[in-house]
């Protein structure tokens, strides 16, 4: 079926004459088409039923076109629906205007057949395109949610059998050490990689929502670092915390961990075997500015400005072949934006990285 006969349109104008003409011309190219003869009364239509489209007249008595607009996209269940409106008026201000009150587009009187046409149905097959892609974003994440979350209970379990064996077997056979410790290794990478998409694929769908507590800079991140201890110290990196004892920020505790685990991952990653990371806390203002500073490969320009998005030339693999999925740092991004906080990152390649998390105090 055609994407025009799907589509309902709703004209609001308080001139009859106005009204029989755009609907005759729409009906008759296979629009539906509804008619309110006043502001008020079209937000009440579209409170019960939701148009693709409304042609909107500027000039009503009572409310004029610009506040109805403006009513229109503040409310969420038509903040998304494209508003053309019609005016004589052709003035560059009267435009702008229009446009700072979320109109999408201008229809000018005297009305011509051929650019009403046009424009209705650019608008119309933009937003197809826009629910399309809403389904399919809808759908990824889910996919992806289902994914992690069906494949994190295996995951799990094999840590568990693996922690049974580091347990149960002797370790005077090399061999055997080495194969447990591996083991240990990849499921622990594995089982983080599995956690990152399952929270970035909640977070998509707004699943995640901060459950803000106070927490010690200090005892989280010595936690975060002894879950970290195998990777660290199979690189030999020595892990410096220098945080004061009084720092303390309000973020969600699970949040905030995932943050910390991710990044001084990373900085586990790209460092040479023998190196150093410190993490450092100062206080400015009402936040608490975390670093996180290693003297590892660094990040080249191109790839700095790209380092929080998905983008696959940034995922490099670590200084002993170290592999990621890209995921984490704007798994990072996210999870600080949520918790009222920020998170920057300097670099000079070949020296050092500093990531920079600043969270409310």
């Not at 990373?266 to 203002?285: C, L, M, Q, Y």
């Not at 990152?345 to 600043?358: A, K, L, M, Y």
């Amino acid at each position: 079926m055609p994407e025009n006969e799907k589509a309902l349109i709703l004209i609001i104008d308080d001139n009859s004459m106005n009204l029989k003409f755009l609907g005759n011309l729409l009906v008759e190219h296979g629009y539906n088409v509804a008619a309110s003869r006043s502001g008020p009364e079209g937000l009440v239509f579209v409170a019960k039923r939701t148009p693709d489209l409304i042609l909107l007249d500027v000039m009503m008595p009572e409310v004029d076109g610009f506040e109805i607009c403006r009513t229109l996209k503040q409310a969420p269940h038509s903040q998304d629906i494209p508003v053309i409106f019609l005016t004589a008026l052709t003035g560059m201000d009267d435009k702008i205007r229009g446009f700072h009150a979320g109109g999408d587009d201008y229809i000018t009187k005297p009305f011509d057949n051929e650019e009403i046409l046009a424009r209705i149905s650019t608008h119309i097959r933009l937003q197809q395109q826009r629910r399309e892609l809403e389904h399919l974003i809808t759908a990824r994440d889910l996919t992806l949610s289902v994914i992690a979350h069906d494949l994190r209970s295996p995951i799990c379990a094999l840590k568990s059998m693996f922690s049974v064996l580091n347990r149960q077997c002797g370790h005077d056979n090399d061999v055997t050490r080495k194969v447990i410790h591996e083991g240990e290794f990849l499921v622990d990478t594995t089982l983080s990689l599995l956690d990152n998409l399952l929270k970035w694929s909640y977070s998509q769908r707004d699943g995640i929502c901060p459950a803000p507590a106070t927490i010690s800079l200090e005892e989280s991140f010595r936690e975060c670092a002894t879950l970290l201890r195998h990777q660290s110290e199979k690189k030999n990196i020595a892990l410096i915390i220098d945080i004061p004892e009084s720092a303390a920020v309000t973020a969600d505790p699970g949040m905030a961990q995932t943050v910390w685990r991710n990044i001084l991952t990373n900085a586990i990653k790209f460092s040479h075997p023998g190196g150093t990371i410190k993490v450092s806390a100062e206080k400015r203002d009402t936040c608490w500015r975390v670093t996180v500073t290693d003297n590892g490969i660094g990040i080249d320009e191109k790839s700095l400005a790209a380092l929080f998005t998905l983008k696959e030339s940034i995922r490099k693999q670590g200084t002993a072949g170290e592999k990621g999925s890209g995921l984490g740092l704007v798994l990072c991004k996210e999870l600080v934006e949520k918790n009222n906080g920020s998170i920057t990152v300097e670099s000079i390649p070949g020296q050092r990285t500093s990531f920079h998390i600043s969270l409310p105090g």
